[in-house]
């Protein structure tokens, strides 16, 4: 915008820093925001609607459109599941430490999340069902991103990012690993672009690191790099 530009408001939630955000899926215009040890409802004015504490400091938050639901991770390896309106929907305790990643699958009630040990695992939101879990990264390398994808153009894949700048993709039904690629710095988020054409990254450095995938989503190549 123009230089000297008033940015708009600015709202202090919590004295700890952002475990993530997002927009609910049920076209309300409410943000969604996890900081100390809760998840925040927020309206297009920054006015908290409401409140929903995740028993611990919230490490990662996720948003399915699928349930319609959102879940949180806090220390300890608690998982805890609300509606999207804030209504409490459930709570697991499936990893045997802090669980740093989560990820909805986009059209079934399938979840995944990465812990501080190198685990990848994918279980059945609705009865807690584990599908399957893979030690995808290795005895405690902590799985600080995880992203997933499936449509008919790009295909159903999804790709886990860890605290040592490895990103391994692997099967949503399985967990069986399918490519990888390796970054010099420690990858902190991941994304997958529409339709599965592209694969974002960040890393410790400050960097954005982008890649075109092909229509099975495996990296083909590195687009671009800023940072």
Do not use: K
């Amino acid at each position: 915008g123009e230089e000297g530009a008033d940015p708009g408001p600015v709202w202090t939630l919590s004295d700890t820093a952002i475990a993530g955000m997002g927009y609910t899926t049920e076209g309300t215009n409410t943000l969604l925001v996890a900081a100390g040890d809760s998840v925040y409802a927020l309206d297009q004015s920054g006015n908290v609607l409401w409140q929903v504490y995740a028993g611990g400091p919230v490490l990662d938050l996720a948003i399915g459109s699928f349930m319609n639901m959102f879940a949180a991770s806090s220390a300890g390896g608690g998982i805890t599941f609300w509606m999207q309106d804030g209504t409490l929907a459930g709570f697991a305790e499936m990893f045997g430490g802090d669980v740093l990643s989560l990820a909805f699958h986009p059209e079934s009630d399938v979840f995944f999340g990465g812990d501080v040990d190198g685990y990848v695992r994918a279980w059945e939101t609705t009865d807690g069902y584990e599908i399957w879990a893979e030690q995808t990264h290795g005895v405690g390398v902590p799985v600080r991103a995880i992203a997933v994808t499936s449509n008919e153009f790009g295909g159903s894949w999804g790709v886990s990012g860890d605290a040592n700048g490895a990103g391994i993709g692997w099967d949503l039904t399985t967990g069986l690993m399918d490519g990888g690629l390796t970054i010099v710095d420690g990858i902190t988020n991941m994304a997958i672009g529409p339709n599965g054409a592209s694969l974002f990254a960040t890393t410790d450095m400050g960097g954005l690191i982008i890649w075109n995938t092909d229509t099975e989503g495996e990296p083909l190549e590195l687009a671009n790099e800023m940072g």
